[in-house]
């Protein structure tokens, strides 16, 4: 199959691009300051944060790469993976690599684990460390959810635990963070059964396992996605004492196999009685046909992953009531008939990040709309004013990149297709729509429609 060197788009245009200085983003964050819009990019691969002007979204000034603070000498082994911005402060999140993902050559470097909290109020362009808060007993942070107010709810390791769970942290001294309460299911509690080590981050097991992987907070309800559960609502109300309303159960059938986190996002749509929730897919650079063994062997066979919309009517009683439809595959995709094989490959395909931030003036209000970043299927929305039949509208799929980012010594991190690959997206309060890319970097569109 041949390499695409011009994007595919259907109700989108391009307005700008950055190359992020070869350091490819993940999650994205922005803020407006002193008449400016800025964009913030956490990174996959790398320790630190890209900081870009985008007051003109046809002219991205990128300010500069700032690395991010090491615990040794060892400048490898450190991610920061998540970040958002809210009330002049700017959380950031950080955890250990994989050799899998990531390309290290080892999974013992040091790493910090925990979030960061930065001044990005007094210098949006040059942000000023004010504290940390440490998630220690495994991988640190990957996600959590802020968007202003005293609290951020980070979904983090803790002593005693196994993988991630819920941890509320107080604020409302930015110098001086302090946990204000926990959740956490009772399969991940390390001190109520025996114990013969537990599996590896980031192996099979580990995924198959309970945790709790993402959340957003709207009116004192926590919505988690929570992989091997489902979604779960939490009252959050009593900030040292989360209760649980309720769980709707969706993994199996759907997730799981050789694909990422088997819940990975839950979005209620605005005031309205309706939560999205997805499972996640994979990068299908991963996978080979002569891979045969580790976490990326040749797949025989692998769950639906998808978006799916669950109704809160009852609160007490969520319902899934609807399925979003499949990717459009347009004319002149180049790598095969649907996006489960790639030029050959079978790969976990599903969605990854969803446009999920909300609460601040710099993002547009969305709640009749979801923004998806489809991995190898690029940039996807849908309309869901009708949440029995949600619709898709429009799609933005980048050139196929065209060199490596990132890669292991051996040069055999990613056997499998060169396509391209979205991570996240935002859309600011303009209209503008941000994503970020694998192995590639920012693209700035507009819609049409």
Same mark, same amino acid.
């Given at each position: 199959m041949s390499k695409r060197t011009q994007p595919l788009a259907k109700n989108l245009e391009m307005v700008g691009y950055d190359e992020l200085n070869g350091k490819p983003g993940f999650q994205m964050a922005m803020q407006k300051a002193g008449g400016r819009y800025y964009l913030y990019t956490a990174s996959f691969r790398h320790n630190g944060w890209n900081i870009?002007? =985008?007051?003109?979204?046809?002219?991205?000034r990128n300010i500069k790469w700032m690395e991010g603070p090491w615990v040794s000498d060892i400048h490898d082994g450190q991610s920061t993976p998540k970040i958002q911005i809210a009330d002049g402060l700017m959380i950031t999140a950080h955890g250990g690599v994989m050799r899998e993902l990531h390309g290290v050559e080892t999974n013992d470097n040091p790493f910090f684990g925990g979030i960061m909290i930065w001044d990005v109020k007094t210098d949006p362009?040059?942000?000023?460390?004010?504290s940390k808060f440490e998630c220690n007993g495994g991988a640190g942070v990957h996600r959590f959810f802020y968007n202003?107010?005293?609290?951020v709810y980070v979904t983090g390791t803790c002593e005693g635990f196994y993988n991630y769970i819920l941890r509320i942290v107080d604020i409302s001294d930015p110098t001086h963070p302090v946990e204000t309460g926990k959740f956490w299911f009772d399969e991940q509690y390390l001190n109520n059964k025996a114990q013969k080590g537990v599996?590896?981050?980031g192996s099979g097991e580990f995924l198959a396992s309970p945790f709790i992987h993402a959340l957003t907070v709207r009116d004192n309800i926590a919505y988690l996605a929570a992989p091997n559960k489902g979604l779960v609502m939490l009252d959050v109300s009593d900030k040292t004492q989360p209760k649980?309303?309720?769980?709707?159960? =969706?993994?199996?059938?759907?997730?799981?196999?050789a694909a990422g986190a088997p819940c990975h996002t839950a979005l209620r749509l605005g005031d309205r009685p309706y939560v999205v929730l997805t499972t996640e897919g994979e990068r299908?650079?991963?996978?080979?046909?002569?891979?045969?063994?580790?976490?990326?062997?040749?797949?025989?066979?692998?769950?639906?992953?998808?978006?799916?919309?669950?109704?809160?009517t009852d609160i007490n009683n969520p319902s899934l009531i609807s399925?979003?439809?499949y990717p459009e595959v347009p004319e002149g995709y180049t790598h095969g008939s649907n996006f489960n094989v790639v030029d050959g490959v079978r790969v976990p395909f599903g969605p990854h990040n969803i446009f999920d931030a909300f609460g601040t003036d710099v993002y547009k209000p969305v709640d009749d709309k979801v923004y998806c970043c489809y991995f190898n299927a690029g940039l996807r929305i849908y309309d869901v004013k009708d949440p029995f039949r949600p619709k898709e509208i429009a799609y933005f799929m980048p050139p196929d990149p065209t060199k490596m980012y990132f890669d292991n010594a051996t040069h055999t991190l990613?056997?499998?297709p060169e396509v391209a690959i979205a991570e996240d997206v935002l859309v600011d309060d303009r209209g503008y729509i941000y994503f970020d890319t694998f192995q590639d970097g920012l693209y700035i569109l507009r819609s049409t429609i």
């Open positions: 870009l002007d =985008v007051t003109d979204p046809s002219k991205p362009e040059n942000p000023k460390l004010l202003g107010g005293k609290y599996p590896r981050f649980l309303i309720s769980r709707l159960s =969706v993994n199996p059938p759907f997730g799981g196999g299908a650079r991963y996978f080979a046909n002569e891979t045969t063994d580790g976490l990326f062997k040749k797949l025989k066979t692998q769950p639906m992953n998808g978006l799916f919309i669950v109704e809160i399925v979003f439809p990613m056997p499998g």
